[in-house]
């Protein structure tokens, strides 16, 4: 069992920035992906990044490429996805969620995919 929390969301101007951190307990990062998906009003769950187990691959969708980063610290079993040039089109609950794996090297894209998932963290961007 992975208890995931996530936290670090807010309100803030287009612009602006934010970093949310996915905090895992119950078990170790250790042979653990993780994703980040944001589900906006009125739609569906989508993927927003996600990463390798060794942090070697990450993935990013289009409409982040280039803003948004996903990084982990296995050592504080935390994952972070570090969110730049934020715009109102981001609003959204942000969600990570963990997938057992024995590869170091692949990350998922799907939401199906994943294991455990955390509450979600609101975040606002105002225009």
């Known amino acids: 069992q992975v208890q995931l929390v996530e936290s670090g969301g807010g309100l803030v101007q287009a612009g602006g920035s934010l970093r949310l951190s996915c905090a895992a307990s119950?078990?170790?990062?250790?042979?653990?992906?993780v994703g980040w998906f944001r589900r906006a009003p009125g739609k569906e769950r989508d993927v927003v990044a996600a990463?390798?187990?060794?942090?070697?691959?990450?993935y990013y969708a289009d409409s982040v490429k280039g803003r948004f980063s996903i990084s982990r610290d296995n050592a504080k079993n935390t994952v972070y996805l570090q969110m730049n040039t934020l715009k109102p089109e981001d609003t959204a609950v942000y969600y990570c969620?963990?997938?057992?794996?024995?590869?170091?090297?692949?990350?998922?894209?799907?939401?199906?995919?994943?294991?455990?998932w955390g509450q979600g963290t609101q975040v606002t961007v105002s225009s």
């Open positions: 969620a963990t997938k057992g794996t024995t590869s170091f090297s692949t990350f998922y894209t799907k939401s199906e995919s994943y294991d455990y």
């Open positions: 119950g078990r170790t990062f250790s042979g653990l992906a």
């Open positions: 990463i390798s187990w060794s942090a070697g691959n990450t």
